[in-house]
T-cell receptor
Framework: GEDVEQSLFLSVREGDSSVINCTYT??????LYWYKQEPGAGLQLLTY?????DMKQDQRLTVLLNKKDKHLSLRIADTQTGDSAIYFC???????????FGSGTKLNVKP | ETGVTQTPRHLVMGMTNKKSLKCEQH?????MYWYKQSAKKPLELMFV???????ENNSVPSRFSPECPNSSHLFLHLHTLQPEDSALYLC???????????FGPGTRLTVL
């Protein structure tokens, strides 16, 4: 399809791991991104992965990329209440300045 | 604080009003973007400017009119909007091959 797809909601308990999934559309997309949006704020870049990588780790964040299935995931270890936000997956398609974003996954972390 | 500021943060306007949204970036970037964010929908790219030249107009109605006087400033002029135009309008900027975009906090627009 044309859309970058994400599930709308995820609820986890504090201290557990969260896994947010995304399916993108263009197998030639060179960069894939995860953004975080807290209430009342714009999108904040969390991390990105280049398409020739399978995995990228950055502190509590692990990004996994399956190019064959065009599937991207973001794992947050030891999830905290401050991680509650909306997480957006985005792909940069061939066009230099064109990004495509998913609808966002709202992560709710319960104490 | 991402280096991208937007004013106003909130705007309520009637369908016959004319207003403008302003975005300013202090990052030395060369590309600037307007996005529309509606509830439960993907972020919609509206306009792209690269080195002050418009490179993308994503089939946006003419009641939205962008202006980019220089690489640091971007405006979105609004007139005769409809209630369905109520949304969060986000500005972003970027520079370089990696092209990650830095977003402002957005303007929450309500059209009555």
């Amino acid at each position: 399809g044309e859309d970058v797809e994400q599930s709308l909601f995820l609820s986890v308990r504090e201290g557990d791991s969260s896994v947010i999934n995304c399916t993108y559309t263009d197998s030639s997309s060179t960069y894939l991104y995860w953004y975080k949006q807290e209430p009342g704020a714009g999108l904040q870049l969390l991390t990105y992965i280049f398409s020739n990588m399978d995995m990228k780790q950055d502190q509590r964040l692990t990004v996994l990329l399956n190019k064959k299935d065009k599937h991207l995931s973001l794992r947050i270890a030891d999830t905290q209440t401050g991680d509650s936000a909306i997480y957006f997956c985005a792909e940069r398609r061939n066009n230099f300045n064109k990004f495509y974003f998913g609808s966002g996954t709202k992560l709710n972390v319960k104490p | 604080e991402t280096g991208v500021t937007q004013t106003p943060r909130h705007l309520v306007m009637g369908m016959t009003n004319k207003k403008s949204l302003k975005c300013e970036q202090h990052l030395g970037h060369n590309a600037m973007y307007w996005y529309k964010q509606s509830a439960k929908k993907p972020l919609e790219l509206m306009f792209v400017y690269n080195f002050k030249e418009q490179t993308e107009n994503n089939s946006v109605p003419s009641r939205f009119s962008p202006e980019c006087p220089n690489s640091s400033h971007l405006f979105l002029h609004l007139h005769t909007l409809q209630p369905e135009d109520s949304a969060l309008y986000l500005c972003a900027s970027s520079h370089g091959e990696r092209n990650e975009q830095f977003f402002g906090p957005g303007t929450r627009l309500t059209v009555l």
